[in-house]
């Protein structure tokens, strides 16, 4: 009788040789995206992507850094610090996606994989003259929160478009937006994640301005003069034109929120504040009476869902520079949640709105639309 066709075994790799450091090294850039990293590495040792991830570990298809990224388990971390002729430790403190809760949860082998997206932020374009002064000529990508990053630095605006033509914009005439940019820093090493959380919900309510036009400052439409053909992509060019007014929101917000945490927020107190907030959106030149309707909106959220006196200190509540515990209604978020995630308020720049605020009897309330 013939035999039997032989099955054809799938041979799966068990055992790996020490990795070795790679002849040519490059130099981090901070927050850079684990494949935008490797990239670098195998182009500077003269290694395609389909020759240098197989030193790494087993994987699937390898897709362009600028549109996804790279996840590792703690194996293929050990292999990659191989290559680099450096620890684990020193990979995961410039480059995000590597740190332990990035990490796969598979093994014990090494394994990466690079789904279609990156789900753990935005891919940016790091700053070319950051960038170059790394002694790097290639495309190099962050991984962000935001769809924005601004280099200090330099004074750059950057963010996630692709196109050749969509360089960073430089911001050397319009210092507002460096010294907003630093403001925020500060909001977020004050308060801790609370300072995140209170931007994202101001950025959304700058966001709702933008998407109605009749609500938006005249200070906008300038901004978007001065930084030349990036401004005719309104989409594009809206964080970065809206950037000042919704940190200097986010500080209100602040103010507000710390107040709150004190004890309970009287309805005087509360009226003070939003014709604090009213003034200075008539400051802006803005319809201060329709402007108002999402900051209205957000204040009815962030109210105590208990309005007895507390009974413990309210030390930890005060001073400029006292970290806040997350507001009510927010949950505690991880540290690299994307800014529309954070966020108790629903808009998005250049999103139709699916809801606009109208009154009713006893506050605002979000109605549909057509």
């Not at 388990?73 to 740190?99: F, I, S």
């Not at 529309?340 to 809801?355: A, D, H, M, T």
Request: proline residues 11%; positive net charge; contains cysteine.
């Amino acid at each position: 009788m013939p035999k039997a066709p032989r099955k054809k075994r799938t041979r799966t790799r068990t055992s790996w040789r020490p990795a070795r450091a790679l002849p040519r090294q490059v130099r981090f850039i901070a927050g850079e995206s684990t494949g935008s990293f490797a990239r670098r590495l195998a182009a500077e040792n003269g290694l395609q992507p389909e020759e240098f991830w197989p030193l790494v570990g087993d994987g699937n298809q390898i897709f362009d850094p600028r549109y996804s990224e790279a996840y590792l388990n703690a194996a293929a971390l050990d292999r990659l610090a191989g290559l680099t002729g450096r620890d684990t430790a020193t990979l995961q403190w410039p480059l995000p996606n590597l740190r332990p809760h990035r990490l796969l949860d598979t093994g014990p082998g090494p394994v990466w994989r690079w789904p279609w997206d990156a789900t753990s932020g935005y891919l940016v374009r790091a700053c070319e003259l950051c960038a170059h002064t790394k002694g790097t000529a290639e495309n190099a990508y962050l991984i962000s929160p935001t769809t924005w990053q601004v280099c200090t630095r330099h004074h750059r605006w950057l963010d996630n478009r692709r196109e050749e033509h969509a360089a960073s914009i430089p911001l050397h005439t319009l210092p507002d937006i460096i010294h907003a940019h630093q403001r925020q820093l500060t909001l977020q090493r004050r308060l801790g994640e609370s300072g995140r959380v209170l931007f994202a919900d101001a950025y959304a309510i700058a966001a709702y301005w933008w998407n109605l036009p009749a609500l938006s400052p005249p200070a906008w439409r300038k901004r978007q003069n001065h930084i030349g053909p990036a401004g005719a992509d309104d989409v594009r060019c809206a964080p970065l034109v809206l950037y000042p007014e919704a940190v200097h929101l986010a500080e209100a917000m602040a103010a507000r929120e710390r107040r709150r945490l004190r004890g309970p927020l009287t309805p005087t107190q509360a009226g003070l504040w939003l014709h604090h907030v009213a003034g200075f959106l008539e400051d802006w030149r803005m319809p201060a009476d329709l402007a108002i309707q999402p900051v209205l909106l957000w204040a009815a959220r962030h109210q105590d869902p208990d309005p007895a006196p507390r009974q413990t200190s309210p030390r930890p509540a005060r001073g400029r520079y006292r970290r806040l515990p997350l507001p009510h209604p927010h949950t505690t978020q991880p540290i690299d949640t994307t800014l529309p995630e954070l966020s108790c308020l629903p808009w998005q720049i250049g999103e139709l709105l699916r809801s606009s605020l109208s009154p009713a009897p006893g506050g605002w309330t979000l109605t549909g639309r057509a």
